[in-house]
């Protein structure tokens, strides 16, 4: 700044706005001391968001766990909720806080030059949509069909049945075509389950059986059904859960270093990363891993659930020293808010939503279920939204 700044004579008809406005968002160390709570708190957030991650990949995979078809789409739905009320209260609202036009940062040096917070967002959608249509593209082209079987039917005890058993014979037929938007579907039609029973029971043939099946069909085989379905998804997968980290990073240092605010901030940020963590579970668990990466989906879960925790050790470690109101810290957790806030905007609205309620020729028709489908998206919301107002 040109001139030092004395706070205490100020001539609002002279003084630089910026230099007032910096004056009041400075900060400082905040940390007061509560070692053993926010030793507790990185234990408690690490055990909560990590066993609200593992519950919907767990009842994916072990048979013994299958759950009824409305506390999976509960919690597929609800976290489809919370990322989107995450991507708008929790990282777009503070985005702007710390580098949008009317914070210190906003008005210094180049920051102030251009609308950058929404230049942010704007790109990272941008960029998330050319990844997601590439990703897309590919598969469509090289290989012609990119999904798997129907999460539903593996995971909950409302497998599909058309009256009668499928024989044998019957899988031999080979694995019906499954759509783009049937895999992203959260809930089919009735009659769509009797397809997903054919190509499980295919899937579990012997592999002789399984072969010979191949031979008699051009149809593509389970395994590269799975294995083309995995690789259009995994992609977009990732970025979700890296926004979402990105996000629990910054969160998890404020907690290890915040001061009076400690006491409210501890418990909203536990329902925070559980809500998330939910989400983030649910999921995954509709993505069909190949055998070879059956070890990923677990290292996913373990990431989200770790990185808050590790967050809050790093802040403990620095917390005499970290100041988040500092113009570096207002940089870089604005930046990473702004990354993290375009890439859950279009994951929420793009993935979660339209695909699923809007271009999902084969959504249900139980008005029961799709009422309760929205109902699940809105408490998501709401509650997320309502969090906002403490952290």
Known sequence: MSTAFDPTSVNLDE??????????????????????????????????????????????????????????LFARYFGAGVIIATAFIHLLDPAYAEIGPDTCVGMTGHWADYAWCPAIVLTSIT??????????????????????????????????????????GEAHAGPQSIT????????????????????????DLPKKDFDDSEKASPTPSVNEVIEHSFRQQIAAFLILEFGVIFHSV???????????????????????????????GARMSAIPFPKRLNWLPWFLCAAYGLTTPIAIAIGLGFRNTYNAGSMTANIISGVLDAISAGILIYTGLVELLARDFLFNPELSRSSRRLTFMITCVLLGMALMALLGKWA
């Open 15 to 72: 003084a630089d706005a910026t230099q007032i406005i910096c004056y009041l968002q400075r900060g400082e160390n905040d940390y007061d001391g509560r070692m053993g709570a926010r030793i507790s708190a990185l234990f408690v957030i690490l055990v909560v968001s990590s066993a609200a991650t593992f519950f919907p990949v767990l009842a994916a995979r072990v048979k013994s766990l299958w759950i009824n078809i409305y506390v999976y």
């Open 127 to 168: 960029v998330i949509f050319l990844m997601d249509f590439g990703a897309e593209q590919y598969v469509d082209r090289k290989y012609g069909f990119a999904h798997s079987p129907n999460i539903e039917s593996v995971i909950t005890n409302h497998p599909g049945h058309s009256g009668g058993a499928h024989t044998h």
């Open 180 to 203: 783009h938007n049937q895999m992203h579907s959260g809930d089919q039609d009735e009659n769509f389950h009797d397809q997903i029973a054919a190509a499980q029971t295919l899937k």
């Open 250 to 280: 910054i969160i998890g240092l404020n907690l290890g270093t915040t001061g009076e605010e400690f006491s409210t901030l501890y418990p909203v940020l536990v329902f925070h990363q559980s809500f998330e963590g939910l989400g983030i």
